[in-house]
């Protein structure tokens, strides 16, 4: 709709009154936004209840949000689920373009994942993907869910770096087998399509008691930080500051202490909020995306065999993996983005909102739209991607060779762009390469018998595979190594 030469909200499906075009969405969201920009083209408008949504289906317009109008739409929105679990929006990623935001990530970015800080954690790394990989070893020939194990490594390489030996040995046993499914559960919450977002004025009634579970949720996981930070305070106490360790949490810590004005100060919530941005952030997408590389490897065994030749020429068939190899793998770097092209794991990045009125694609976008950015559809389009739909790793070696993860080629964005891009690519970067070099290195892999391959997708927050996938690990020559 445009008048007299003014520009016009962006065409898009017209709903109903009230519900606007909620009842005709499908619960995949991700291809039925994909199906009705073929429609009504790559900027795309609709009202889901009472909120006006843009959907961006082309790089071209993903690139004007994400470069052109960087500031304006830098600030995520959050939803009703989201604030309970990040502490009222004191964390880092639902936090506003701020003072307060410019801190938790300079924090982040300083004191522990940059690549400095991220090499002094190499053996630790080492250990935990050892000692997944002598997890698989001792269950040689019997069905193994990948995703489950990988999530459970990066839970505990993570929760080392953040916050050191601060819990005792039985405690963090405790935590680690109630963790899979705690984070599970809050990765599923924070994916459903709440009514409570939709029309705000029902929140309080909970129709789909989202925000009961995610708050038993969220119990939890403060239960677990609130003893992370209690046990350290009292440690710090009680031996004084000589002995005190020198981790993340410490130096949050002391930055909850400072009381100098030209510092941000920080809380006990921020640190809490932070941390369950990480976790909950930083575990699932990587576990997603190894379960993704190896379903595709499955369906397509010359990719699994191309890659374990360059591993035993790069490693050598007897040794093992050690995170010195990882940048002299291509194919399996290829391997890697080609997954996260064809199963972006954060499907619609983290929807953002403008802060002022402004105009993309030659139409008008009003203050407070919600803003899906679908990287999925961008990831399949077959005006960038020759088949797209085909696992193809070569294709980085070639043709998209020069694509990496910083959000600079608008055709391939799946960790964002601009300032709000994910913090954490550097450390994705570094383990789920060598995690998957480890698992191909020492392992053949293959379905039980009597099971079938299949792709299907769970639409969430995180875009999942729908049944988790079973595999068997047989062994590799360099498997001997694993028993020293
Ligand atoms: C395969 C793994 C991962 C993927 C695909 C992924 C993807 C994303 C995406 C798409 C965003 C939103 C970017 C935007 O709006 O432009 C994001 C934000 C974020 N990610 Fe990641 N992520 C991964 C791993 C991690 C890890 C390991 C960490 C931390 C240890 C992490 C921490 C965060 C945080 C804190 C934000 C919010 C940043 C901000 O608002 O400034 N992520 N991530």
Redesign the pocket.
């Known amino acids: 709709e445009r008048t007299k030469g003014m520009p016009g909200l962006p065409p898009g499906p017209r709903g109903l009154p009230l519900v606007g075009y909620l009842p005709f969405l499908r619960s995949d969201l991700h291809s039925c936004f994909a199906d009705l920009a073929r429609i009504f083209g790559p900027v795309m408008m609709m009202k889901l209840g009472s909120r006006q949504c843009l959907i961006l289906s082309s790089p071209e317009a993903a690139k004007e949000v994400?470069r052109d109008h960087d500031a304006t739409f830098a600030n995520?929105d959050i939803t009703v689920a989201a604030r309970i679990l990040t502490f009222g929006g004191q964390?880092?990623?639902?936090?506003p373009l701020s003072p307060m935001?410019r801190a938790l990530?300079k924090v982040?970015v300083r004191e522990l994942?940059n690549a400095r800080t991220l090499d002094s954690f190499r053996t630790l790394r080492q250990q935990e993907v050892t000692l997944m990989a002598k997890e698989l070893h001792r269950r040689t020939g019997v069905p193994a869910a990948v995703g489950q194990m990988v999530l459970i490594t990066s839970f505990n390489v993570?929760t080392a770096m953040l916050w050191g030996n601060s819990l005792a040995a039985d405690e963090l046993e405790r935590i680690r087998g109630e963790f899979w499914e705690l984070v599970v559960g809050i990765i599923d919450l924070l994916g459903v399509t709440n009514v409570s977002d939709i029309f705000p004025i029902l929140e309080r009634m909970d129709l789909q008691g989202v925000q009961q579970k995610m708050k038993q949720h969220k119990e939890k996981l403060d239960g677990i930080l609130s003893t992370v930070i209690d046990r350290r305070v009292r440690t710090v106490n009680t031996r004084g500051d000589q002995e005190k360790a020198q981790d993340f949490l410490q130096v949050l810590l002391e930055l909850v202490k400072k009381e100098d004005p030209r510092d941000q100060h920080l809380t006990v919530d921020n640190i809490k909020g932070?941390f369950t941005?990480?976790i909950t952030?930083?575990?699932d997408?990587?576990s997603?995306?190894i379960e993704w590389a190896m379903a595709e490897m499955i369906g397509k065994p010359e990719t699994m065999r191309k890659a374990q030749e360059e591993l035993d020429s790069v490693v050598g068939k007897e040794e093992i993996v050690d995170e010195s190899h990882i940048g002299k793998l291509p194919y399996l770097e290829a391997l890697v983005k080609e997954t996260?092209r064809l199963h972006?794991?954060?499907p619609f990045?983290?929807p953002?909102y403008p802060t002022t009125t402004c105009n993309v694609g030659g139409y008008i976008i009003p203050k407070g739209t919600k803003v899906f950015i679908n990287?999925w559809s961008i990831h399949r389009d077959p005006a960038v991607w020759e088949n797209p739909l085909e696992f193809k790793p070569e294709r980085f070696l070639s043709g998209m060779s020069k694509l990496d993860y910083y959000?600079n080629n608008f055709n391939f964005?799946?960790?964002?762009?601009?300032?709000?891009?994910?913090?954490?690519?550097t450390?994705?970067e570094k383990?789920?390469l060598y995690i998957l070099a480890t698992m191909l290195h020492c392992f053949d892999w293959s379905l039980p018998d009597g099971t079938k391959l299949d792709l299907v997708e769970k639409f969430g927050i995180v875009l999942k595979k729908e049944k988790q996938l079973v595999v068997i690990p047989t062994t590799r020559p360099s498997c001997a190594k694993l028993r020293e």
Not at 413 to 425: A, L, N, W
């Open positions: 994400l995520h964390d880092m990623a639902f936090q935001w990530r982040s994942l993570l932070l941005n990480m952030g930083g575990t997408t990587t997603t995306t996260l972006p794991p954060v990045l983290l953002r990287v959000g964005i799946p960790f964002g762009s601009g300032r709000r891009i994910c913090v954490g690519i450390l994705v383990m789920s």
